[in-house]
């Protein structure tokens, strides 16, 4: 269980805007419970959320947990999900496509966090990673692994590794966490 920090701690720290990919459907208490603890803590240490911008699924959890814990809420979403938009974000950003979407929700973080999620968060994820991968960005990754449910990922990136896939080391590309405690832990956050 995570816990909570005194308000000298908390003022000591920088905010940071930290962009969370994650499912946009309705999903198990394994997995709501997990990104509500860690939602919890993000708005409680003063962080901002940059995430898609719906509220759909475990999007709205985690969006949901930051603002009720006092943290601020830029949504960066996309056109042709206008409609379902969060109508009470601090900030709403509505992009043209999936493509400018990627590229300004990147911009507007100082860290990215990969939650569970499907096609939607892998491809959110691999662009970013990519990007990494070729220098254009330092900003630090880290994917939580709630429940195991990358360690398919985790196993297929470390074959990369050793078989000669990555040009950098695993651990310099992206770092695993187990839970939202662990995250902020890697991030100094
Ligand atoms: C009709 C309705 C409520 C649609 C809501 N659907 C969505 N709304 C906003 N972002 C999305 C949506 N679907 C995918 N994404 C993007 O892709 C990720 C989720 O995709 P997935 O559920 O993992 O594959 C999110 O990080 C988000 O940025």
């Known amino acids: 269980m995570a816990s909570d920090i005194s308000p000298a701690t908390a003022a000591a720290r920088t905010p940071l805007n930290i962009c969370v990919f994650c499912s946009a459907a309705d999903l198990d208490g394994v997995y709501t419970d997990a990104a509500r603890e860690f939602a919890g803590l993000i708005g409680k240490r003063g962080h901002s959320l940059v995430w ?15 603002q009720e814990a006092g943290g601020r809420l ?40 990969v939650m569970v999620g499907g096609t939607g968060t892998l491809d959110e994820a691999t662009e970013i990673l990519e990007l990494r991968k070729h220098g254009m960005h330092t900003k630090p990754i880290v994917i939580l692994n709630t429940a195991g449910f ?10 990369m590794e050793a078989e000669g896939f990555l040009p950098l080391a695993l651990d310099e590309l992206v770092t695993f966490a187990d839970d939202g405690l662990q995250v902020l832990e890697l991030l100094g956050a």
């Not at 911008?53 to 947990?65: E, F, H, I, Q, R």
């Not at 590229?103 to 966090?113: E, F, P, Q």
């Open 74 to 113: 830029v949504g960066i979403s996309v056109e042709f999900l206008r409609n379902v938009a969060r109508p009470n974000a601090d900030e709403m950003i509505v992009t043209a496509d999936l493509a400018e979407r990627k590229a300004v929700m990147l911009a507007r973080a100082d860290a990215i966090v």
């Open 52 to 66: 898609g911008g719906s509220d759909s699924g475990l999007m709205k959890v985690v969006a949901d947990g930051v």
């Open 150 to 159: 990358y360690d398919g990922l985790q196993q297929q990136m470390r074959r």
